[in-house]
Nanobody
């Protein structure tokens, strides 16, 4: 059974940077599309960024494009580098993974992901 564990959340000031990591345990990690979602208080969970199983394709929400970068460091870790953070980025951030359906498709809907982490809190103060 695949398990995902996020780390790296915390309290930062607007304009700061933060790096989130997602460590996977279980089999076939290298064959998974990975994504990051977030959920702010009172709001629905939303897509932030996704990366294909081979790292060749990435997708970003418009709200984070140019500020966040998703990457696969190795076969078991996916990172989300967040820069120029804003108070609106405050949320619980979730790592997600799923077996790939296509070499060029990165899932952006939460129902497309099979495995989920417990989440890590990111708070950006103004």
């Amino acid at each position: 059974q695949m398990q995902l564990a996020e780390s790296g959340g915390g309290l930062v000031q607007a304009g700061d940077s933060l790096r989130l990591s997602c460590a996977a345990s279980g089999s076939t990690f290298g064959a998974l599309d990975m994504g990051w979602f977030r959920q702010a208080p009172g709001k629905e969970r939303e897509f932030v960024a996704g990366i294909s199983w081979n790292g060749g394709v990435t997708r970003y929400a418009d709200s984070v494009k140019g500020r966040f970068t998703i990457s696969k460091d190795n076969a078991k870790t996916v990172d989300l580098q967040m820069s120029s953070l804003k108070p609106d980025d405050t949320a619980v951030y979730y790592c997600a993974a799923t077996p790939p359906r296509s070499p060029v498709h990165v899932p952006v809907q939460d129902f497309e992901y099979r495995y989920w982490g417990q989440g890590t809190q990111v708070t950006v103060s103004s």
